[in-house]
């Protein structure tokens, strides 16, 4: 019989290559969403039959941080992760046959503004300032609260993930545009809302030099194949690269893969007004994420695309692929 697997969230971009992948892996792959075909989160008996006896729980669900941080974005941000997150743990727990391994979506973003020196698990501080940083850990704590103790955990704090339809995308189109130089951190007024709100990033890093830790898609895939055969993997486990760059960096390697010379660089002036046109926060470019996989590395897991460079034409060539194949 062909083992289970069950993911919360296969519609999204990561979701969907997990889905494809097991598939072909010979697996029973059974998703949970709001897409046709799925079982609904509300239906809670439906999900207990899903989980009872499956090989592995995914839970990837959440509304896309790439959003403004209104008052009703906000609460839908925290919602969206904590309820089906929370969903998946009641679901193991009334199982007979509860699933040895649980895999859940976190976010690096959980760790403070670091540019003086790189987070790990081990000696990582988290953030206290931000909203974002509140919904990691909000996230990570459901996962975590329910007893499950027939049932391993690991939280993913997923660093900026690349691949072929994720962020990268919008920041490629820039580059092809002229507009793919270092993105500048600067003085911007801090309004009591966005203060109130804990969305207001203080002005840091400059010069592009803020930290950008990444990973590519396929290691993502291949790190949760990874913790199924390491049962010492367990906790909170960075999902990033063995090799960050800062944000000057990242653009100079993607107008590269790009074929293209010049980017102009951009102020934060110019993000903040691009974000409010664009309905997203600065905040995601600015923010300097600079974390290494402490536990991975030490596990022995090898990363499929440890540099950046060549992470980046790997999804090049993809995505021109892709494009000579007709619909």
């Not at 102020?267 to 905040?283: D, I």
Request: glycine share 10%; no cysteine.
């Amino acid at each position: 019989m062909a083992e289970r697997i069950v993911i919360g969230g296969a519609s999204g971009f990561l979701g969907q290559r997990l889905a494809a992948e097991y598939r072909a892996l010979g697996a029973d792959v059974v998703a949970i969403g709001r897409s046709p075909g799925e079982i609904p989160w509300g239906d809670a008996e439906a999900i207990r039959a899903a989980v009872d006896g499956a090989s592995l729980v995914i839970g990837l669900s959440g509304k896309s941080v790439n959003s403004r941080y209104t008052a009703a974005n906000r609460a839908e941000l925290v919602r969206s992760r904590v309820e089906t997150t929370r969903a998946l743990g009641a679901a193991i727990a009334a199982s007979a046959r509860p699933a040895p391994l649980w895999v859940n979506a976190s976010t690096a973003t959980i760790y403070r503004h670091a540019d003086d020196r790189p987070q790990t698990e081990s000696t990582g501080e988290y953030g206290t300032e931000l909203f974002s940083e509140d919904i990691a850990k909000a996230w990570e704590a459901a996962l975590f609260e329910a007893e499950l103790p027939g049932t391993r955990r690991v939280a993913l704090r997923i660093t900026i993930a690349l691949g072929d339809g994720s962020a990268l995308g919008p920041l490629g189109l820039l580059a092809r545009f002229g507009l793919g130089g270092a993105n500048s951190d600067g003085w911007w007024p801090a309004t009591p809302a966005r203060l109130a709100a804990r969305t207001y990033l203080r002005p840091r890093t400059s010069g592009g030099r803020q930290k950008f830790s990444w990973v590519h898609v396929d290691d993502i895939v291949g790190i949760i194949r990874f913790a199924q055969d390491t049962p010492e993997l367990e906790g909170p486990v960075i999902v990033g690269s063995p090799n960050p760059t800062d944000n000057a960096g990242f653009m100079r390697a993607l107008r590269k893969a790009l074929g293209v010379p010049v980017g102009l660089p951009s102020q934060r002036w110019m993000l903040e007004l691009a974000s409010l046109v664009l309905g997203t926060e600065a905040e995601l470019i600015l923010k300097s994420r600079w974390v290494l996989p402490e536990k991975l590395l030490a596990a022995g897991y090898e990363f499929r695309y440890p540099d950046l460079d060549s992470a980046l034409a790997q999804i090049v060539a993809a995505q021109r692929e892709r494009r000579r194949i007709p619909a």
